[in-house]
């Protein structure tokens, strides 16, 4: 091979504010090479803020002119030239612990100056302590204030080296980062998203078809005077379908007590998770009031998941009649974060078997999906 | 530490066909010490079908027994046992090549005797080969019939060794692995499913929120006499709730043409993947027959996406109405798998604004979002 050729990773198309550059070339070649080059001078002249942090060299390009100009700097040479531009990542961890991160993403966190850890869409099962000497790397805490208001400290310097943001789950879950994205890109940073599971396809492991979940609810604390019940037209909607509906369970962290938000210290109250039967107190005190048939504690089937994915020792999927799951004590669910899925009337004899496993009462999970579902259940 | 304890990974808590036992004692320490424990004779017995693999031992017990039993029969010895038992292991991939999968996932490839590819669900980014070089094992291609009519060949020996089943995005995602799941149960082999992401999660990188999506469809392809159209009544159920709906594109895999089918001749034809201007002309041609009105060229908006996840090189998403989707040449919606999202009526302007940047053309995509779908744009 003769000349400059540009290879390696080549995810930086268009032109981004900086790209770096490593050559075979040893540092004292690379540097004097360039310096000697005939095009240099030009160079040098029309990118003013280059700078070399040898082997790697940052300035403002596109790739290709950058390999215009390089075979027209370097033109006798036999060198392979690796092009990559720094990047902001988002990164999923997956739903568990610290061995859920896929290996793009543990390299990216690797390479990256700052890792930040967004801590509050979902909690982790394990310590940031335990992430950070599996990465290698400290981590930078951000709640939810930060990566919404101060976005442009997080992307600071990322046009120049990787920077990480991680997030439980996907980056595109039950929370989407598209703000601090469109951000990136506003100040031209190249973005890449690394994906994750999250429990919005995790979900599938109760047995229920993904493709019988209509959409998603959120179910909110209710307060003495607050009671927000669209989350139950929603449900009403993919009932009416006969579709299940995955209902994520709130959480609520960095509340404040009422006389610390008076006085204005920054004190905080232990993080809450809603528990599955106070999730099905809240479902159930709505068909109350609305009374549509659409929610009924003994005939409605429903299947609450934690710690999907977590192993046997974490994970726990409990199966029953809405009466029955919140006839169970706490500990039957496991540690939270708790979701509950509402069986939709389109159930297939399998995901009743599947599911069947999971059942707090066996004969009566496969009697209601017979009599109040219309399973046939003897087909199988 | 006196005395003999279990430690280690015990994600094996209940009574499974196997359990494996290292030890920190030496080869010869084990072996003797155990049998001229006090407890041997009466183990020895009790359990007929032991084997001393050692440093690991493989017997039929429940981990409780186990460290009782232990005990018993090493009663004045320090030693540390890490337990583990044999594994069937369900990995998902993820989306794009072999550095998707997560770490837990590689460290199951890792460790098993076995490792199957599952190759029908999807495709994969990147050929087997490239995976098995990555992970350091050989492949054994396992196609739908195999998974399917052969788990139990899948599964032979998973109570006394790992296996591992490799699947493209979840192993609970497009397609789900209930029935081997369900066999493996049956054969009291245990067993753990590495979650990841899916196109049902990470779909959301196209910048429509998942929870306004609604139930999931199939498009496959039509031939002149078999145009099954029931995806259109899921559309259109989600479209009367204002949901984005995910169409799922058909790939065609090991096809034979009618005369290798005639006369027995397993020659397969190339695999054929469903395009985006192919999916918009079945869609609209259904609409054509049905009139309900759910789906028009040029005022329902889509998003077409192919390898998310991939990187800037690989992932494509387009936007735009499905007669300026169906315009595009091939080339602009990149390799397949193929994707198409129909843009419910509960769009909102951040979705919009977020999407705008994968546009066919930006001011129609504004345009239809404003004046068909009622997104007040002017607020953003």
Redesign the interface.
């Known amino acids: 091979m003769h000349g400059c050729h540009c290879t390696g990773q080549?995810?930086?198309?268009?032109t981004y504010s900086s790209v770096f550059v490593g050559t075979s070339l040893t540092r004292c070649d690379w540097k004097s090479q360039l310096k000697a080059g005939p095009g240099w001078g030009k160079w040098k002249q029309s990118l003013p803020n280059w700078d070399i942090i040898t082997p790697i060299m940052c300035f403002r390009i596109s790739i290709n002119q950058l390999e215009l100009e390089l075979h027209h700097i370097l033109p006798s040479l036999d060198c392979h030239i690796a092009v990559y531009s720094a990047m902001f990542y988002i990164i999923?961890l997956?739903?568990?612990d610290?061995?859920?991160?896929?290996?793009?993403g543990?390299?990216a966190v690797k390479s990256s100056s700052r890792v930040y850890l967004e801590a509050y869409t979902s909690i982790l099962m394990v310590q940031k302590e335990r992430l950070e000497a599996f990465y290698g790397k400290e981590l930078i805490l951000a709640d939810r204030d930060m990566v919404e208001t101060e976005s442009d400290e997080i992307l600071r310097d990322a046009d120049r080296e990787d920077i990480s943001l991680l997030v439980v789950g996907?980056?595109?879950?039950?929370t989407?980062h598209?703000d601090i994205?469109?951000r990136a890109?506003a100040l031209k940073i190249?973005t890449?998203?690394?994906?994750?599971?999250?429990i919005?396809?995790?979900?599938?492991?109760c047995?229920l078809?993904?493709?019988?979940?209509?959409?998603?609810?959120?179910l909110v604390f209710f307060t003495e005077t607050w009671k927000p019940d669209s989350f139950y037209d929603r449900i009403k909607?993919n009932s009416d379908?006969g579709?299940h509906t995955l209902v994520l369970l709130d959480i609520k962290v960095k509340e404040q007590s009422e006389e610390n938000l008076a006085r204005g210290r920054k004190i905080y109250e232990p993080p809450r998770y809603m528990s599955i039967p106070q999730a099905v107190s809240q479902l159930l005190e709505i068909e109350d009031m609305r009374k549509t048939g659409t929610l009924a504690a003994d005939t409605t089937l429903a299947v609450a998941v934690s710690r999907?994915?977590g192993?046997?020792?974490n994970e726990r999927i409990v199966a029953g009649t809405l009466a029955e799951l919140a006839a169970q004590p706490a500990e039957t669910f496991g540690e939270p974060l708790h979701s509950l899925v509402i069986v939709g009337k389109r159930l297939h004899h399998?995901e009743v078997?599947?599911a069947e496993?999971f059942a707090v009462n066996r004969e009566s999970w496969r009697g209601v999906a017979q009599s109040a579902y219309g399973c046939a259940l003897d087909e199988q």
Chains 1, 2 share one sequence.
């Open positions: 080549r995810a930086c198309a268009g999923g997956g739903l568990c610290e061995r859920d991160i896929t290996v793009r543990l390299e996907d980056p595109f879950g039950a989407t598209t994205i469109l890109r190249p890449r998203v690394v994906h994750n599971a999250s919005m396809n995790a979900v599938g492991a047995g078809q993904l493709y019988n979940f209509g959409q998603t609810v959120s909607d379908l579709l999907v994915g192993g046997e020792g399998l078997a599947y496993t």
